[in-house]
């Protein structure tokens, strides 16, 4: 299994997806022309480390900005890891949010309410230099 990573663009978002520790990033922006696309080579990836995960799973999202295309495949992604999570797996998702951003803290509550995984929600300061 590989390590998948991208950088991140004008219109999506870096994604670090580490089959050896288990960790998954996602931070940035994610409004891509082709949502469907763009994350399909992380769907895969999903369903080849469903096959043989680590130990522990850990699912870091810091997104700044997201659309309506790719908030519903968020919540396709999280669903897999749900399914990861009800197989006995050991699986967290961390929802970063700025502590002034109020939607985004409310989108993090929404999905929380609607799936089974252990979901924390973590506000943290914006600094302006």
């Known amino acids: 299994m590989t390590h998948y990573q991208i950088e991140a663009a004008l219109d999506t978002p870096s994604i670090d997806l580490n089959p050896n520790t288990g960790v998954m990033e996602f931070s940035g922006k994610s409004f891509p022309s082709d949502v469907t696309a763009f994350y399909q080579p992380v769907m895969d990836w999903l369903d080849e480390y469903k096959l043989t995960p680590c130990e522990s799973t850990e699912v870091n999202l810091k997104l700044e900005y997201f659309n309506t295309a790719s908030s519903k495949i968020l919540l396709e992604i ?10 006995g797996n050991n699986v967290v998702i961390n929802w970063y949010y ?3 951003d ?13 799936i089974q995984v252990p979901f924390k929600k973590i506000g943290y300061s914006v600094v302006f230099n």
């Open 98 to 100: 700025p502590d002034d």
């Open 102 to 114: 109020e939607d985004m803290e409310q989108t993090g509550n929404e999905y929380s309410e609607l």
């Open 78 to 87: 999280f669903n897999k890891l749900e399914a990861l999570y009800k197989e």
